[in-house]
């Protein structure tokens, strides 16, 4: 979780389904489905139960359940084993588990040119 939002988490369960947009300064995990846009200026956790379809930005992002569409992270993004991510991926540092599955592309900016 960030650092600057430890204290604060949004949780959605298994039984939740919201279709719309996510606004929030927060860390966040979600278990449920989710359809829409999802803005979290803090920590996005995906639990294997989570499914989201739609745009994603985070501070950084782990992701174990299903995902299909498109994310922006500006940390570091974790595929967990099982994961199911089918879009694109832009982010400073990734980690992509054995029996990940990944279908798109990932951007990752240059930081420093040797």
């Known amino acids: ?6 204290s ?3 949780h959605l369960s298994t039984s939740t389904v919201i279709e719309g947009t996510i606004d929030l ?3 966040i995990r979600i278990a449920g489905t989710v359809i829409g846009k999802i803005n979290a200026r803090g920590t996005l956790i995906v639990e294997q139960t989570g499914k989201i379809k739609g745009e994603i930005k985070a501070s950084a992002a782990t992701i174990a359940g299903k995902i299909q569409g498109d994310i922006e992270c500006d940390g570091l993004m974790t595929l967990e084993s099982r994961s199911c991510f089918v879009g694109d991926i832009k982010t400073r540092q990734i980690v992509i588990n054995e029996n990940a599955e990944f279908q798109g592309n990932c951007a990752m900016p240059i930081t420093s040119a040797e």
Request: aromatic share 0%.
């Open 8 to 10: 604060e988490l949004t």
């Open 1 to 6: 979780m960030s650092s600057k939002s430890s």
């Open 25 to 27: 300064d927060n860390d």
